[in-house]
């Protein structure tokens, strides 16, 4: 019975402890504040300006044949698994990788067909605005003339409400995952 009790003991330690949060944890840091302008509205977007949400920051292109769709699609999976009161608390936010190619009506046809109308910003700008962001966040970008693509970094940052990264993922987290850290971080106060 003493046996029992402990082990009843542990599992309810165990259910009770906080959750964890699925990538690589960051000490809570300030994110590298920016300004670009969203593509889909034609405003000026600073990041520091999201600070109230949890903020998924991701670098992504629209012409791109394989990662970046998948990445959207998980984006608007994982939406679609928060509560409306989450979902209001979190804005997803691509930056481009393609400064070339990723026009206002290749943004917006990119979030059109991937379903991502709401709490969602894809930020443009020139090589120019655009590489110290990159830089910030040590996104690497490979661009090769013969070729259409954009190899790039495919990390996203999951900043919490207070403007801090807190954990570093990839695009091979799944919808699931992703949406239980959003979940943890708008717990958060």
């Known amino acids: 019975m003493r046996a029992f009790r402990l082990a009843l003991a542990a599992l309810l330690l165990v259910s009770c402890a906080a959750p964890s949060l699925v990538g690589t944890q960051i000490a809570p840091t300030a994110a590298p504040d920016f300004t670009l302008t969203d593509g889909i509205s034609g405003k000026p977007v600073t990041l520091s300006a999201q600070q109230g949400k949890v903020v998924v920051l991701s670098f992504l292109y ?29 804005v997803f936010v691509a930056v481009s990788v393609d400064p070339l190619q990723d026009t206002p009506q290749a943004v917006q046809a990119f979030a059109r067909e991937h379903g991502l109308a709401k709490n969602f910003l894809f930020l443009v700008g020139g090589q120019a605005q655009l590489q110290p962001v990159w830089s910030a966040y040590g996104i690497r970008i490979e661009t090769d003339p013969a070729v259409t693509g954009v190899g790039h970094s495919d990390a996203i940052y999951l900043l919490d409400v207070k403007g801090r990264a807190r954990v570093l993922v990839h695009s091979d987290i799944t919808p699931d995952a992703l ?8 717990a958060e106060r």
């Not at 949406?179 to 708008?186: N, R, S, T, W």
């Open 62 to 90: 629209t012409h791109c044949p394989d990662v970046c769709p998948l990445t959207a699609e998980d984006f608007r999976q994982a939406q679609q698994k928060l509560s409306d009161s989450e979902r209001d608390r979190t």
């Open 179 to 186: 949406a239980g850290d959003l979940k943890v971080l708008a």
